[in-house]
T-cell receptor, first 113, second 109 residues
């Protein structure tokens, strides 16, 4: 079974803080994704990565950056957290360059005060 | 533009059959995914349709019509544990996925 883990289930941060969300997958997947999920808006893609050190912007990259130094790990960084970044953050991975099933981590619920 | 629509909420009775519809307008469409998401948990994969027609997996079936931009998820013999949100997602281009806002299904005893 594919396992995708995220560093925290719940996180509370203050406005202006730098926030790191970590995601690790154990199935040697090529692709990794970061989404945020908000009521009434569904899942929206922030960034994705199709290889180590490669990244592509998704639909809402503003205010975020990512890092993929190792194949199994994909980090989402909020450079200066703002209250409108309060959300559920979901990491996902998929096997290869073809359209594949995504496997999701348990999510991190971030509250920015 | 890219758009996926599905009903916000549905209610059904235990033991019944329910059909959750999804319509999409996308370019570069590859196939259609369905995910189940229980409250506070991650989405889990249910089905993937690339070709037109019905795919059956136990109590769950999924249908796709590419010409009509339409899919549905059919749940039979509903159980209380089927109460969840059901997400429709279109795979477009190589890496991208467009998600609907999800349909919250309540199963009543």
């Amino acid at each position: 079974d594919v396992k995708v883990t995220q560093s925290s289930r719940y996180l509370v941060k203050r406005t202006g803080e730098k926030v790191f969300l970590e995601c690790v997958q154990d199935m040697d997947h090529e692709n990794m994704f970061w989404y945020r999920q908000d009521p009434g808006l569904g899942l929206r893609l922030i960034y994705f990565s199709y290889d180590v050190k490669m990244k592509e912007k998704g639909d809402i990259p503003e205010g975020y950056s990512v890092s993929r130094e190792k194949k199994e790990r994909f980090s989402l960084i909020l450079e200066s957290a703002s209250t409108n970044q309060t959300s559920m953050y979901l990491c996902a991975s998929s096997l290869s360059e073809n359209q594949e099933t995504q496997y999701f981590g348990p999510g991190t619920r971030l509250l920015v005060l | 533009g890219q758009n996926i629509d599905q009903p916000t909420e549905m209610t059904a009775t235990e033991g019944a059959i329910v059909q959750i519809n999804c319509t999409y307008q996308t370019s570069g469409f590859n196939g259609l995914f369905w995910y189940q998401q229980h409250a506070g948990e991650a989405p889990t994969f249910l089905s993937y349709n690339v070709l037109d027609g019905l795919e059956e997996k136990g109590r769950f079936s999924s249908f796709l019509s590419r010409s009509k931009g339409y899919s549905y998820l059919l749940l039979k013999e509903l159980q209380m544990k089927d109460s969840a949100s059901y997400l429709c997602a279109g795979g477009i281009l190589t890496y991208k996925y467009i998600f609907g806002t999800g349909t919250r299904l309540k199963v009543l005893a």
